[in-house]
């Protein structure tokens, strides 16, 4: 599962082209599998309040980040909220995109799903 949230439609934009289950994060999203999360940079370098929420209390099945960000913000706030949160919950930062990124993204990303997310099918 990719959990993600996404406000001016970068993310989503990506999800749509992994062809990888996901769902978007709403409040009070309670997940009980392994997940990698995706996520947009705010402020500056600020993790979304919504995501910060969220993985207080999902982050124990969380496998690794994703972030989106915009490098004309500079270097030192670029994708900062992937940063913040791999430090946070000591999980991997699997890509940083500039804005939707590029395939080679895409296909780093999916190998990695492949490769550490085992989905549970029932
Ligand atoms: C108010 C605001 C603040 C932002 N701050 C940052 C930032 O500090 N660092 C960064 O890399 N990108 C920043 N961005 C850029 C977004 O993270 C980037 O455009 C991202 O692709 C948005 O994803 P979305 O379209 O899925 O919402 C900011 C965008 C907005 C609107």
């Known amino acids: 599962m990719i959990a993600y949230t996404s406000r001016t439609g970068n993310v989503s934009f990506v999800i749509s082209k992994l062809n990888l289950p996901n769902i978007e994060i709403s ?15 705010d402020g500056l370098g600020d993790v979304p309040a919504r995501v910060s929420f969220f993985m207080k209390h999902n982050h124990p099945y969380c496998r690794g980040v994703i972030v ?12 900062m909220a992937g940063d913040k ?26 190998q990695f799903y492949h490769q550490y997310v085992k989905e549970v099918v029932t």
């Not at 915009?70 to 670029?78: A, E």
């Not at 000591?90 to 990124?101: A, N, S, T, V, Y």
């Open 27 to 41: 409040d009070g999203l309670h997940l009980k599998v392994p997940f990698l999360l995706f996520t947009y940079t």
């Open 68 to 79: 989106s960000g915009n490098s004309n913000f500079g270097h030192d706030v670029f994708g």
């Open 85 to 110: 949160l791999a430090m946070e919950y000591g999980i991997p930062l699997i890509c940083k995109l500039d804005l939707r990124g590029f395939p080679q993204d895409y296909e780093k990303i999916v």
